[in-house]
């Protein structure tokens, strides 16, 4: 049998109770507790009561030694915030709705046009998925034409929409 791993000894319990008393977030008191039962339990026996991994037993302890009550409060994991202002999607939204670029020019928007555009007068660069995210959260959608084949006339096709028969 190998010997027993000590990761928190018993000086640490008076810290633990004290902690204990000054919050009300359960579950950081339930992470306390765990560490608390490794006092006088091993440690597999508290990771299976509280239900989690030895592993993450450990590494509760090893936080609350670092860094105490706050190595034990979850750590924000969100996404990075958008690198356009509100005022900048303004005006983006408004080019995709005329479809104008900034100089007032006639363009029909893609994502890669919108990326440069968006490099040229804001001097930001951004890719296309974030892009594409901020778009939809704006409502807008980039549409795709209908496909066209080269040698098609438009002229016969509008001949044969007027003048052909449903019977």
């Known amino acids: 049998m190998g010997r027993t791993k000590i990761l928190i000894d018993s000086s640490y319990n008076d810290i633990i109770i004290s902690d204990m008393q000054k919050i009300k977030d359960y579950e950081i008191i339930i992470k306390l507790k ?3 039962a490794t006092l006088t339990h091993k440690e ?5 009561m509280f239900g989690i991994a030895r592993s993450t037993l450990s590494r509760w302890i090893s936080n609350y030694k670092k860094g105490g ?3 034990c409060k979850p750590k924000s994991r969100g996404h990075n915030p958008s690198k356009l202002n509100q005022e900048q999607k303004d005006i983006i939204r408004n080019w995709i709705i005329n479809c104008v670029d900034n100089e007032g020019n006639p363009v029909h928007w893609t994502l890669k046009r919108l990326i440069q555009e968006i490099l040229i007068v804001f001097n930001l660069q951004i890719t296309k998925t974030p892009l594409w995210i901020t778009l939809i959260t704006m409502n807008l959608s980039l549409k795709k034409p209908r496909p066209q084949h080269h040698k098609a006339d438009k ?4 001949d044969f929409k007027k003048n052909s028969r449903i019977d």
Do not use: H, T, Y
């Open 44 to 48: 597999s026996e508290v990771a299976s």
């Open 69 to 71: 009550i706050e190595g």
């Open 34 to 36: 765990a560490i608390q």
């Open 155 to 158: 002229e016969k096709q509008e």
